[in-house]
């Protein structure tokens, strides 16, 4: 009853992160670390689908399995990248013996984007510089002034968080250039991630062990970025990616328009009491691709346009007079899988919306404009976790909620802000109510069915 609708979930067993993204010969490419024998993190796969639009997926066969001594104990974490019409797919090769770790930095080419040629590591363990432990993954290629650049995320032997960029000319000799964090991130940063356009630049990171400071990252472990360039190593001013409660390891790619798309796992390490495991034994989604824009500052997060394509019953309804409740089911705007637009106009105003409702089952977003306060409370979303979730918003104009069977994406004032998290509802819990202390009326709302 939660297997999602038209997020990426494995068929059963444990995924996490997105790995490998890519747009390669007209087809987008998504991997993802998959356990298929179990819902626990072990045994690490890398899972393979293809779509020709980010919207309709087509399971291939797993693209790297651990069974060979360089990866033995797991496939980890690592991107993809084309070279003479070759797609190269770097991992990170998790050795344990006698429970003493190694991680090697592995490579595997395939030239019919099915069947994958494991080429073994290209930075073998002991190339680890000393200063560093073995806690070394997660390699994201991509090409920076014409040179090939690896970033890694890595541990100091202080066990302190940091990132480290390897270089290269022909993607198989790598050399140690830099580290390239300098302030304090927590005790290991996974998943780095470095993003261009024209004007701007941003590092991505998913530190661990960040102390929550008020409304601030307050998850077990965070996503984020910096913006600034690759070596500018001063700066550190991180930026949470999502206010929610599940989100972790993003990693980017450029699709067709050549837009920077940024998809996440909806999951949180070491948090695995999810009622999907025991009733339906899978855990774990990836979200919504989502195209990425950094202005002021900030990145901006916007569903992909593509997504447009699952639109199927289109319910819309404008200047809406809301005293205090309006019940959207009474004009069958209502369900389980579905986009749901609202417009606000200029000014804003206090607002709650309650999604998948039932009775006294709901999970609430709302905005506060006197506090300023964007929340999403899921203390009585059904089964599964609980809590709040807030951050600070000057305005709130947009609201643009994406539900599924058990996850909820909600985007604020075109992606200025974005919540996800999982919600594991009854199969009943269907409805949407809004409400609001305010007289006002809401200049639109658009519904989508899916
Ligand atoms: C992040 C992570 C990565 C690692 C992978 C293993 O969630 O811990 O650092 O490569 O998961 O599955």
């Not at 980017?252 to 695995?272: A, H, Q, R, S």
């Not at 979200?287 to 593509?306: A, G, S, W």
């Not at 200049?443 to 069915?449: D, H, L």
Request: hydrophobic fraction near 35%.
């Amino acid at each position: 009853m939660w297997k999602n609708k038209f997020h990426i979930s494995p068929p059963f067993g444990l995924l996490n992160d997105p790995n490998g993204l890519i747009f390669w010969n007209n087809e987008y490419h998504i991997f993802y670390q998959w356990n298929p024998n179990a819902c626990e993190h072990a045994s690490k796969h890398w899972a393979h689908l293809k779509s020709k639009n980010l919207v309709d997926w087509e399971s291939l066969p797993i693209a790297l399995s651990p069974n060979d001594w360089f990866d033995k104990n797991g496939c980890y974490s690592g991107s993809a990248i084309e070279k003479d019409n070759k797609l190269y797919l770097f991992y990170t090769g998790n050795v344990k013996n006698n429970n003493v770790r190694e991680s090697y930095q592995c490579l595997a080419i395939s030239t019919n984007g099915i069947d994958f040629e494991k080429k073994g590591p290209v930075i073998h363990d002991k190339d680890i510089p000393k200063e560093y432990t073995k806690h070394f993954r997660d390699p994201k290629v991509f090409i920076k002034d014409g040179v090939y650049k690896m970033v890694l995320g890595a541990q100091r032997v202080d066990l302190t968080g940091t990132i480290v960029v390897f270089s290269s000319h022909n993607l198989i000799d790598w050399s140690f250039e830099q580290e390239i964090i300098n302030g304090n991130f927590g005790f290991m940063c996974e998943c780095p991630d470095f993003i261009e356009d024209k004007k701007n630049k941003a590092l991505i990171l998913s530190p661990q062990g960040i102390k929550a400071d008020g409304d601030l990252f307050n998850n077990r472990y965070q996503s984020g970025y910096i913006i600034r360039d690759l070596y500018d190593i001063e700066k550190n001013d991180f930026i949470e990616l999502d206010r929610g409660f599940e989100f972790y390891a993003p990693q980017t790619f450029k699709d067709e328009n050549n837009k920077n798309v940024l998809i996440g796992w909806i999951g949180m390490p070491e948090e695995l009491e999810h009622p999907s495991i025991e009733k339906e034994n899978w855990v774990h989604s990836l979200t919504i691709p989502r195209v990425l824009e950094i202005k002021k500052n900030k990145i901006f997060q916007k569903p992909h346009n593509n997504l447009k394509k699952l639109r199927k019953e289109k319910i819309v309804m404008e200047n809406i007079y809301l005293e205090n409740t309006i019940d959207l089911s009474k004009y069958n705007i209502l369900g389980d899988a579905y986009e749901l637009i609202i417009s606000l106009g200029d000014f804003s105003k206090d607002i709650e919306i309650d999604l998948r409702k039932n009775g006294n089952e709901r999970t609430t977003f709302s905005f506060d404009s006197i506090k300023k306060k964007a929340s999403l409370n899921r203390n009585f979303s059904g089964y599964g976790y609980k809590g709040i979730r807030k951050c600070y918003l000057k305005d709130l104009k947009k609201i643009h909620i994406f539900v599924d069977k058990c996850s909820v994406e909600i985007f604020l004032n075109d992606g200025e802000e974005v919540f996800t998290g999982n919600i594991y509802p009854n199969k009943d819990s269907l409805g949407i109510e809004i409400r609001s202390k305010m007289l006002f009326t809401i200049p639109k709302i658009e519904f989508y069915k899916f």
